[in-house]
């Protein structure tokens, strides 16, 4: 598997990330972006990256915190333990806005084309980059076919960047994973995310993964699941072989 680390220029300055591709393939027509969870870019991201790039896709893993750069790393088992870590993790979750990331995947798209990535494109994102892989599918329905949000967070709050408040823009199919209990996800915030994808007539399935615990698909997360991460492939890359095409 071959890793470029790359510098993507954006609006706001310059942002770091990976573009991983098959080592067998010379060109990827098809290209997804995976959002990061909180912890930022590290192995374990792309490790992910890698296995997707190895069903024959161009994956880009951008540093959403690259305004902050630089910070970290972190170690997700212990970062909301320790209050030092706490405090800076937070710092950065609530300084990295929606909106910026939204016009940040303008960039992205662009960076994908420029390296030959001219299909559809699909998006994944984790915890807080679930919100923001459906906010980006709402934001750029011309490109981004497929969107995926596992474990993420306030994805039918009552904030004015809410993404199920774009539902009617979104063009993309969509799936949502769900930890069994989540607070940042409560039902109520379920069950108004369901009724904005079935009113704007968005392709989706939302599922509820009963027992795993929100971060349970990545693997240095403390609830790591390794059947429940499997699972989550398993859905994952179907929704991606149906829709890059």
Not at 183 to 188: N, Q, V
């Amino acid at each position: 598997m071959a890793k470029q680390d790359i510098e993507i220029k954006t609006g706001d300055g310059v942002a770091k990330a990976g573009l991983f591709r098959s080592a067998t393939a010379s060109s990827s027509r098809a290209g997804i972006i995976l959002y990061m969870d909180a912890f930022g870019p590290r192995p374990a991201l792309d490790a992910m990256a890698e296995r997707l790039a190895g069903e024959g896709y161009a994956v880009l893993v951008p540093d959403l915190f690259y305004r902050k750069a630089p910070y970290g790393p972190f170690e997700p088992k212990t970062a909301f333990v320790v209050e030092e870590t706490k405090v800076a993790l937070t710092a950065l979750v609530h300084g990295t806005t929606q909106d910026m990331t939204i016009r940040d995947s303008r960039a992205f798209l662009d960076t994908l084309t420029a390296e030959g990535v001219t299909g559809p494109v699909g998006v994944v994102g984790y915890c807080m980059g679930g919100a923001r892989a459906l906010n980006a599918a709402a934001t750029y329905p011309d490109r981004i076919v497929a969107a995926a949000s596992f474990h993420g967070g306030n994805l039918a709050s009552d904030a004015a960047d809410s993404p199920h408040r774009k539902a009617a823009m979104i063009k993309a199919r969509v799936y949502v994973g769900t930890s069994g209990v989540d607070r940042s996800f409560p039902p109520e915030q379920s069950a108004r995310l369901v009724e904005a994808l079935r009113v704007a007539e968005v392709d989706h399935a939302i599922e509820n993964y009963t027992g795993m615990a929100h971060g349970w698909c990545v693997s240095d997360h403390s609830v790591f699941n390794a059947a429940g991460a499997e699972r989550h492939w398993k859905r994952l890359t179907t929704l991606f072989a149906e829709t890059l095409i």
